[in-house]
């Protein structure tokens, strides 16, 4: 799934697989561009309670235009989602953080960007269905 924003800002995220112990985690590539600016890391996992917790916060946000819905991987800042409310007039932002490396050679990118707030929705829906197994 990609999410489009402002200035030709974009996140994508793409599962690769779910946990084989049949839990609801998911393992996949995210990245991000813009602004000069670009990250990825080919693989996080997301916790499945996380996720669930995540969507209900989405679908909150998308109700009332108000607070935030943060989703992060298992493994500490190795990527980190938060939609937020950007003012209150309704608009919306996404903050995205990705770290990828080992060790000592980590890197940490973060962007924030924009986003169309008719697109809210679907956006809603795409994570939905990428995210939920």
Known sequence: MRIDGDDDCWFTLEPIETDPMGRRDVRAVVSFA???????????????????????????????????????????????????????????SLDVSITAGIGTQRSTCNLSFTLDPTSFPAIVKQMEAALVV
């Open 34 to 92: 813009g602004r000069g600016f670009a990250a990825s890391n080919s693989s996080v996992w997301f916790d499945g309670d996380s996720i669930t917790s995540f969507l209900a916060g989405l679908r909150q946000l998308d109700a009332k235009r108000e607070g935030n819905a943060t989703l992060e991987t298992m493994s500490p800042n190795e990527c980190v989602l938060k939609f937020r409310n950007s003012d209150g007039l309704g608009h919306l």
